[in-house]
């Protein structure tokens, strides 16, 4: 598969792929031009990326460690610690780092989308640069208010992942899950994902990647899948799910006419 392939099948984002690649490359072969040429490529983009002037910032003004530069920009250990080597920069002796304090996703989200405070105050109270608490905000993907007191649409999504149901919650406060339960409850009433996604006009294995997303979200499986002789149906917590989806977000509601109504819905 492609990266994008990957990335749809597991309802992620093409920088997670790239980056779990990174951290835990695959068993060596023998190098080949291609490989030669995709090294080069991913320290091409890291250097892009991480210019000198910024990783020096980063490393000896605001004395974070080469990890904790890695988990904001999204750039492996190994090429961090590589670019730093080839901008001459000296690095501090393993043991004797001052760490910056992680920021974690859930204090982020409740000081930045609930309470909505800026990101430089936040980046004071935690003792580093906007440009920093800036990362960490795309690091746990929750995205930045643009003109000041704006929404996008994504941010509205994550402030009504607060008040919507318990079940749903965990799909909607990520980017893209309104959109994944609303092709969800639109799916469940084909016969098989494949009709449901010649309807809902998405790929199959998008559509797939999405559901499988939600069940990792939702907490178990939604669907039986289609096997010979049966439709697909929906589990007890799928009929649940589209129940909680019905009733919350109403505007989300399919408007498709199914091609065959399943059991248990």
């Not at 997670?16 to 990174?22: Q, R, T």
């Not at 929906?234 to 199914?258: F, V």
Request: with cysteine.
């Amino acid at each position: 598969m492609t990266v994008t392939q990957a990335a749809n099948l597991l309802g992620t984002s093409n920088d997670a792929v790239k980056h779990l690649l990174a951290e835990h490359p695959p068993p060596p072969r023998p190098i080949t031009p291609g490989k030669a040429w995709a090294t080069g490529h991913i320290s091409a983009v890291a250097r892009t990326q991480l210019p000198e002037s910024e990783l020096r910032r980063l490393y000896i003004d605001e004395r974070l460690s080469i990890r904790d530069i890695s988990q904001a920009t999204g750039i492996s250990v190994r090429v961090v610690t590589s670019l730093a080597r080839e901008y001459d920069i000296v690095l501090r002796p393993t043991g004797r780092t001052t760490r910056a304090k992680p920021i974690t996703k859930d204090w982020l989200h409740e000081q930045y989308t609930v309470h909505r405070r800026p990101l430089a105050d936040l980046a004071r109270e935690t003792g580093m640069s906007p440009t920093s608490m800036a990362r960490w905000a795309r690091h746990h993907q929750i995205p930045t208010r643009r003109g000041g007191a704006g929404h996008n649409p994504a941010l509205r999504a994550l402030a009504d992942g607060v008040t919507a149901p318990p079940l749903l919650r965990p799909a909607l406060e990520r980017r893209g899950g309104r959109e994944h339960l609303r092709n969800f409850a639109a799916a469940a009433s084909y016969p098989t994902l494949g009709a449901a996604a010649d309807a809902l006009n998405v790929k199959w294995c998008t559509l797939v990647g999405q559901i499988n997303r939600l069940e990792r979200d939702l907490g178990g499986p939604l669907l039986e899948r289609a096997v010979r002789g049966r439709p697909m149906r929906l589990t007890a917590l799928g009929r649940r799910a589209k129940r909680a989806i019905n009733k919350a977000l109403p505007d989300q509601a399919a408007s498709h006419t199914p091609l065959q109504r399943t059991e248990g819905n």
